[in-house]
T-cell receptor, first 114, second 112 residues
Framework: SQTIHQWPATLVQPVGSPLSLECTVE??????LYWYRQAAGRGLQLLFY??????ISSEVPQNLSASRPQDRQFILSSKKLLLSDSGFYLC?????????????FGEGSWLTVV | DAKTTQPTSMDCAEGRAANLPCNHS???????VYWYRQIHSQGPQYIIH???NNETNEMASLIITEDRKSSTLILPHATLRDTAVYYC?????????????FGPGTSLSVIP
């Protein structure tokens, strides 16, 4: 069976510090990978998606970047965090190749920038 | 991408059926309707999906209108644990990439 893990689960970072959130998927190959953010009391915002190693599409201009160094690894990064980067970050995956495939989400990472 | 519209919030009495509507009037023929829910501080949980036929699983039923412009998620016997935000989304059916956009969803409160 397939599983998705992301870490850390929670972190508190000072403004201007770097960020690295990591996500890995097991039990499948060549998945679509996604990073979403949810600000407090808001809906889900798609940040990045990837259809393969090194292939990253950004949905909104922002202070964040994403990388996919391996097939089942997706990393969300920032060189200098802003207060507005606080939120709940979710990694997700889906199968490629056909429409109608389910998206599965990780447990989420709570980021508080202070 | 087809857009969806849902009511902002709904209440349902515990033990009664919760019927959550969703409009997707611009849906394309190869796009599926998906439902997820998100309990506070957790990742969204997949509930059910369908193309044109009604679907049922252990969690819920999905009723899709014949013209596919709207659908209803039915939780047959709502419990307090069903209190969550429910998202109705439509999948972009391209094989080269697959981008999924979530709207604000419906906040369902199950009342004792």
């Amino acid at each position: 069976s397939q599983t998705i893990h992301q870490w850390p689960a929670t972190l508190v970072q000072p403004v201007g510090s770097p960020l690295s959130l990591e996500c890995t998927v097991e039990g499948t190959s060549n998945p679509n990978l996604y990073w979403y953010r949810q600000a407090a009391g808001r809906g889900l915002q798609l940040l990045f998606y990837s259809v393969g190693i090194g292939q990253i599409s950004s949905e909104v201009p922002q202070n964040l970047s994403a990388s996919r160094p391996q097939d089942r690894q997706f990393i969300l990064s920032s060189k200098k965090l802003l207060l507005s980067d606080s939120g709940f970050y979710l990694c997700a995956w889906s199968r490629q190749g056909s429409s109608g495939n389910t998206i599965y989400f990780g447990e989420g990472s709570w980021l508080t920038v202070v | 991408d087809a857009k969806t519209t849902q009511p902002t919030s709904m209440d349902c009495a515990e033990g009664r059926a919760a019927n959550l509507p969703c409009n997707h009037s611009t849906i394309s023929g190869n796009e599926y309707v998906y439902w997820y829910r998100q309990i506070h501080s957790q990742g969204p949980q997949y509930i059910i999906h369908g193309l044109k036929n009604n679907e049922t699983n252990e969690m819920a039923s999905l009723i899709i209108t014949e013209d596919r412009k709207s659908s209803t998620l039915i939780l047959p016997h709502a419990t307090l644990r069903d209190t969550a935000v429910y998202y109705c989304i439509v999948r972009v059916g391209k094989t080269s990439y697959d981008k999924v956009i979530f709207g604000p969803g419906t906040s369902l409160s199950v009342i004792p």
